[in-house]
């Protein structure tokens, strides 16, 4: 969400599992599941995951704002913090990232989808524009054609990136964390020119 393309959550790595801190500040949730790191082409330090995940958003639409962009899964980069070989998030520039340690589009649990609102194709700026409120319908596509549907619930108020009150981490936290049901967390930066903080939006799966 910044030209420095700041990390949303980090992840700890060990080969041959990833194990996925869900943190931000001090605190977070952990879980842990294999994932196979790939190098990108042309970049040793930018891995992503293998596609191999059933329900993998490809699409996520809100049309009553005629918004509607590309998801591709997010990557991470390879980073040393204090002496331990971490991985830090990368949101894609021209689409928004799926956080693949997330539930997968209409599954049980917290898919979280993140996307830039400042650079890049800032396909999320409506969010950070203010335009989405509680009552729209998302659509989220999966690569075999399935719309799956939830309906906004929430959106947070902006909540600051550094020097943020334990009741802001907590908030962040909460909304990160997995989910009993199927939930869509989307997040964003705000304000629409720069990244001070950054806004979620949480939306409950419409029951079929």
């Known amino acids: 969400m910044t030209k420095q393309k700041t990390s949303l959550i980090h992840r700890t790595f060990s080969v041959p599992l990833l194990c996925v801190v869900l ?10 599941q294999p994932i196979q790191p790939v190098a990108v082409a042309g970049d ?5 995951a293998q596609q191999t995940y ?9 049309p009553a704002i005629d918004m509607d962009v590309a998801v591709t899964p997010a990557g991470w980069q390879v980073i040393e913090s204090s002496g331990v070989r971490t991985t830090e998030w990368v949101t894609p520039e021209n ?20 996307g830039h609102q400042a650079t890049g194709a800032a396909v999320f700026a409506p969010i950070a524009l203010e335009e989405v409120v509680a009552g729209q319908e998302i659509v989220v596509g999966d690569a ?3 719309e799956h549907r939830y309906t906004v619930t929430e959106i947070s108020k902006p909540l600051p990136i550094d020097n943020a009150s334990q009741e802001e981490s907590e908030q962040v936290a909460a909304y990160l964390a997995p989910s ?3 939930r869509l967390t989307l997040i964003t930066g705000w304000p629409a ?5 950054r806004i979620f939006v949480v939306a ?4 079929k």
């Open 44 to 48: 040793p330090s930018l891995v992503v």
């Open 54 to 62: 059933a329900n993998a958003p490809v699409r996520l639409a809100i």
């Open 95 to 114: 689409s928004a990232g799926w956080h693949v340690n997330s539930a997968g589009a209409g599954e049980e649990g917290n898919t979280i989808i993140s």
């Open 193 to 197: 020119f720069t990244t001070s903080h």
């Open 144 to 146: 075999d054609g399935t």
């Open 23 to 32: 943190a931000l500040s001090t605190l977070g949730v952990v879980a842990c």
């Open 180 to 182: 009993d049901t199927a």
């Open 204 to 207: 409950e799966a419409v029951q």
